[in-house]
């Protein structure tokens, strides 16, 4: 959520206008609720908070690939 030059929720619509139908998980370990929350209102497909483990990034995917929540 929290980058250089662009910040998650504007990297998440620039996705977004190039594959409207682009899966997106975010991951953070200082974004704000309300940041989290208004991305994932906007279409993001789930959130995982830093830090994190090699097994829960890929569980995560599978679910999203499945259709499942995160």
């Known amino acids: ?3 250089p030059v662009l910040g998650g929720a ?5 996705i977004r ?3 409207p139908n ?3 998980i975010l991951s953070s370990g200082y974004a704000s609720q309300e940041a ?3 991305v ?8 995982i908070a830093k830090p994190h483990r090699i097994p829960v990034i890929a569980q995560a ?3 999203v690939l499945d259709g499942k929540p995160i």
């Open 1 to 3: 959520m929290i980058m």
């Open 10 to 14: 504007e990297a998440f619509a620039q």
């Open 17 to 19: 206008e190039f594959d």
């Open 22 to 24: 682009a899966k997106v």
């Open 36 to 38: 989290v929350q208004e």
């Open 40 to 47: 994932l209102s906007n279409g993001a497909c789930g959130f």
């Open 61 to 63: 995917i599978r679910n």
